[in-house]
């Protein structure tokens, strides 16, 4: 490693370092590489109910597979299960990693990962592993409330 290298990689875990609010700044950064690293893997993998694997995923299935192998934390199996863990945190709010829970129908409800920018990811039953944004008109009208998991 030159010098100037080392200068610069010093320099960077200083920043990273020297206060709470950078630590929580690089947290944040960590789960947002993560789960792009994740969206990456199983992006375009078909719905398949009580999926949980590259064959096919259910909601559920994504969010708990993404969380185990990106985020290192062990969710429950179901979304009505994962709906009871963390805390409520407003849609203005959120976070990378905050889960986001969804009422499609009085039958149905479904869950994804926030990544930021007002987009989450989950697993669509048209069209797989996708991402979306919160302010369609179709995940506005049927967005029930947000859950934090993950603690920055």
């Known amino acids: 490693m030159t010098k100037i290298q080392?200068?610069?990689?010093?320099?960077?875990?200083?920043?990273l370092t020297s206060c709470g609010s950078s630590k929580k700044a690089a947290a944040?950064?960590?789960v947002e590489f993560e789960l792009e690293k994740q969206y990456q893997i199983y992006k375009g993998v078909p719905?398949?109910?009580?999926g949980t694997d590259r064959r096919g995923f259910d909601c559920s299935g994504f969010v708990g597979k993404v969380y185990k192998d990106g985020l290192k934390t062990q969710l429950p199996r179901?979304?009505?299960?994962?709906a009871t863990m963390g805390k409520k945190v407003s849609k203005h709010s959120l976070?990378?990693?905050?889960l986001i829970f969804f009422r499609p129908s009085r039958k149905y409800r479904h869950v994804g990962i926030y990544v930021g920018d007002n987009i989450?990811?989950?697993s669509s039953t048209s069209k797989g592993i996708i991402k979306s944004?919160?302010?369609?008109?179709?995940?506005?009208?049927k967005f029930?409330?947000?859950?934090?998991?993950?603690?920055?």
């Open 78 to 82: 179901t979304t009505k299960d994962m």
């Open 28 to 30: 944040v950064s960590k």
């Open 47 to 50: 719905y398949k109910y009580g």
């Open 120 to 122: 989450f990811m989950h």
């Open 133 to 141: 944004k919160l302010d369609n008109v179709y995940w506005k009208k």
């Open 95 to 98: 976070k990378p990693g905050d």
């Open 6 to 15: 080392f200068l610069f990689v010093s320099l960077l875990i200083l920043l």
């Open 144 to 152: 029930r409330y947000a859950k934090r998991i993950l603690i920055y």
